[in-house]
């Protein structure tokens, strides 16, 4: 009777996932049934394997790589300074906060900040180097999408090392380890839980970034999260969006298979 009690508590979760989670995904998949016409095909299926969407996904993972990579290299010794720090709950809140910033209103900011007269070109002026194209690059692109997927980095690896046994380091250094193989033996392996859920925070949505790579990249960088943009709201081919639409659902769903599963193999050898 208990559980049964129990399993009506869980219908309020159960209609959210089939409302919000299920349903979008299944209308997704029925409108990549349909060409531009109306007409029931599965040719959109098989122009996504053209070399076009191909290396827009190549593309996409390309630069998902980079900016988490890039994220990783600045949250990791962030995270493990701000466990060294005083005041750590003001420093969180620091960090927290631009993510309480509307996104539009960041990007836009950034493109004031990298404009042709923006303080970065009149630095520039000042040191005699001249005018720079800094905004519609690739590196514009991925210093700001660092910069928004940065505190999801930065919080789930001060977790993981606010957990950290701290008898473990000074064992190691009983031992005579030094400080990067101290670092590298214990304090990572025993984090990277916290680096596994800070990449999958990062990664997952900067494979879809449509709105920083418009503004910020302008058509330097295309993505699919920017051919879906285009199919929905330009071309109106609903259909080439959707199926593009399953493939990052389907590649998303995928990645969080894989790293879940070595999540586990990670367990199973502790």
Not at 123 to 132: A, C, K, M, S, T
Not at 249 to 261: D, Q, R, S, V
């Amino acid at each position: 009777m208990k559980n049964k009690g129990r399993s009506y508590y869980l219908i309020p979760y159960y209609l959210w996932i089939a409302l919000f989670v299920i349903a979008p995904v299944l209308l997704v998949i029925y409108y990549s049934l349909f060409d531009l016409d109306g007409h029931l095909t599965l040719d959109n299926y098989v122009n996504f394997f053209t070399p076009v969407y191909l290396k827009m996904t190549l593309t996409s993972f390309w630069y998902a790589f980079l900016i988490t990579a890039f994220s990783l290299l600045v949250a990791y010794p962030a995270a493990y300074l701000l466990t060294r720090t005083k005041h750590k709950q003001l420093w969180l809140l620091l960090i927290i906060l631009p993510t309480w910033i509307n996104l539009l209103l960041k990007t836009y900011a950034f493109i004031g900040i990298f404009g042709t007269f923006g303080p970065i070109n009149n630095f520039f002026d000042l040191l005699g180097i001249g005018e720079q194209q800094i905004l519609f690059t690739g590196f514009s692109f991925v210093f700001v999408s660092v910069y928004i997927f940065i505190p999801f980095m930065i919080l789930p690896i001060y977790s993981a090392l606010e957990d950290l046994n701290l008898s473990l380091l000074d064992a190691a250094r009983d031992l005579g380890a030094s400080g990067w193989t101290t670092f590298r033996r214990v304090i990572f392996p025993l984090t990277i839980s916290g680096v596994r859920a800070g990449c999958m925070a990062v990664f997952i949505p900067a494979l879809s970034l449509f709105m920083i790579t418009r503004l910020i990249a302008g058509n330097r960088v295309i993505t699919l999260g920017t051919a879906i943009e285009q199919h929905f709201l330009v071309t109106q081919d609903w259909g080439m969006g959707s199926t593009v639409a399953v493939f990052l659902i389907a590649i998303m769903a995928l990645f969080m298979i894989i790293t879940g599963g070595s999540r586990k193999g990670v367990r199973n050898e502790k």
